[in-house]
């Protein structure tokens, strides 16, 4: 059975999931700023992910090198099956805890 996450593991794969196989470092603190409020450093964005990676839900792959990043390649990471079992786990168990919470959080109370 897969392990729960992390509020920013969860908030990453949701992220890789959201931006598919295109998905690299950038796109992904991009994304976490832009849709969830998010700001990570980059050193700590690539700490979750190489842990992500180690725990066996993210596969990685390299891109071509490019002159405009100085002939470097992008890494670019995708959800394993487990990772994306990961995710389910984690997003039902936040969904049942929230279940019933809706009106008392609700701004102006």
Avoid: C, N
Wanted: aromatic share 6%.
């Amino acid at each position: 059975m897969a392990k729960h996450l992390g509020e920013l593991e969860h908030l990453i794969l949701l992220s890789i999931v959201r931006l598919g196989p295109e998905a690299y470092g950038m796109s992904v603190l991009r994304e976490l700023k832009e849709r969830a409020g998010r700001g990570v450093s980059r050193g700590g964005l690539y700490l979750v992910l190489e842990r992500l990676v180690q725990k066996g839900y993210l596969d990685t792959r390299m891109g071509t090198p490019s002159a405009e990043r100085g002939g470097r390649a992008k890494r670019f990471f995708e959800l394993t099956a487990d990772g994306m079992d990961a995710l389910r786990v984690s997003g039902r168990s936040l969904m049942a805890l929230w279940d019933g919470y809706e009106g008392l959080l609700e701004d102006g109370r």
